[in-house]
Structures are given as C-alpha cells and as structure tokens.
C-alpha cells in the first residue's frame, strides 16, 4: 500500500487514498491502523487517515487512532488532510469542504504553506465537570475535551490525564487538556489524547482551549496563540460562534507499506 507520512506540530498521521474503498473494501481499518501506526513494527504514526470519495463534499476523511478507535474530528490530521489531497494532484482546489463524523469542515491552504481550517460552532458546558477534585471545562469540537487551568506542570498530568480519559463522567471518553495562561491572548497546553495518550499537538483540543478560556474569562474574543510540545496554533473563536484554525503541515516520507494481518 502507498502511503505518506505527514504531521502537524508533531502530531504524525499515515495517510492513504482510499477513493473506492479499495483499501478498506477487504481490510478490517482498526487492524490496519494498529499495525501502521506502531513504532516497532510499522511507520510509527498517531492515527490512520483515510481520503474516501463523498456524496456530501469535496471527500471525506476517515481518521483512526493507533489503538484502532474511530475519531469523529482531528484538527492537526484534517489540515494534513488538504495539503495531501492537492500535493498528490487529488484535486486542484486549494479551498476544500471535508465530511467527517463530526459534520462537514471547510479547509483553505493559504499561500505561506499554512492551513486555515473553519471548525465550525462548538458545543460548551459552563458548569464544567469535576474530576479527581479538578474542575475541567467541558467543549466539543465534534470530539469531546476537559480543560483544565492550572498554575504550572508540577504534578502528574499524563497519570491524571489517563484517569480524566476515562472517568464515568466522560462515557465516550475525552480528551484532556491542562492550560497555564501566558496572557489574554497566549498560553502553553499540555494534552493526553483520547485513543492515543500524550501527543506532541491536538489541533480540536487547541480550540476547544480557546472556548474554555474565552468562557471562563481567561483569555479575550480574538485570535488565541497556543503553544504546544510541537509548535504553535492560531486560534480564533470569532463573532459568528466559529472557531477557525491556522497551522503549518509537514510532509516527512513516501512509501510502500507491506501490511500482514495480525493472526487470531
């Protein structure tokens, strides 16, 4: 199978053309995505991206994480997505609309090799959740987060984090982000991942972090700078209750992937 390798602010993804179901018409895709995604015995990735043809948009994206669990949204995986689809002459289009689990989502590469991304209208819970004795607010990008404000990193948040993931309050699982407040329009994130654990970047948790902060009184109505393990996201939840994205995408390889079932 050809494949290309590809991140966004490290947050690495193995992305295939599956226009067809040619890969996935005779694979079971969770086994698939376990078996690329690992660093010992395949290209080492956090998710599985499939481009799929659409009936609803220009195509759509099929993302699975490393442990073979379906995502509805990745922020970093769907500007990888856009860049992918036109480097490889998929299409010419440099504004996109992209179907996913989580509605359709609107992709423009922008002329400095960034990717714009309108995420669309979040979901937010003001009363937040309380976990372990630590409140999160709750906010859905399509996929779920708990974000947490706190003074600095000196405790376990990856063993808290895993714990939050999975906590009874969250019956779908969440993403779990933890946020130190640089300014108004700035701040540094940490984030365990749902399906994958801690990752370099999260695209839908960067923004799911600029709603929690504009509603909890954290940070002000404009464009956000959140800085990550791997780099920063422009974030921006703007007058029509959108939330729009801008970051960069990296190509790292081309290949051939030789997949050998796992055996029962």
């Known amino acids: 199978m050809r494949f290309t390798k590809m991140h966004g602010l490290g947050n690495s993804f193995i992305l295939m053309a599956d226009r067809g179901d040619r890969i996935s018409g005779g694979l079971k895709i969770s086994d698939l995505a376990i078996a690329v995604c690992s660093r010992e015995f395949g290209i080492g990735a956090d998710g599985l991206i499939l481009i ?5 948009a220009d195509f759509q994206m099929v993302i699975i ?5 379906t995502a509805e949204m990745c922020g970093n995986g769907i500007r990888c997505f856009a860049r992918f689809a036109v480097e490889e002459g998929i299409t010419d289009k440099n504004v996109l609309s992209i179907e996913t689990l989580a509605g359709i989502i609107r992709t423009e590469l922008l002329d400095d090799g960034q990717v714009r991304v309108d995420m669309g209208e979040p979901g937010h819970d003001r009363a937040g959740v309380t976990v372990g004795g630590r409140r999160f607010t709750t906010v859905s990008m399509g996929n779920p987060h708990a974000v947490a404000f706190v003074e600095d990193y000196g405790f376990d948040w990856r063993e808290e984090g895993s714990s939050v993931e999975t906590d009874e309050a969250f019956p779908d699982k969440t993403n779990v982000e933890y946020i130190k407040v640089i300014g108004p329009t700035e701040a540094d994130m940490k984030v365990w991942e749902r399906g994958c654990g801690e990752t370099m970047a999260c695209g839908t ?32 939840w703007n007058e029509d209750n959108r939330v729009i994205m801008t970051g960069p995408v990296v190509r790292v390889c081309d290949g051939t992937f030789f997949y050998m079932p796992r055996p029962e």
């Open 52 to 56: 799929r043809e659409s009936s609803a």
């Open 205 to 236: 948790g960067a923004c799911a972090v600029a709603v929690a902060g504009a509603i909890d009184g954290k940070f002000e109505r404009v464009p956000v700078t959140i800085h990550l393990p791997g780099g920063d996201l422009l974030i921006h």
């Open 65 to 69: 994480n490393e442990d073979g669990s």
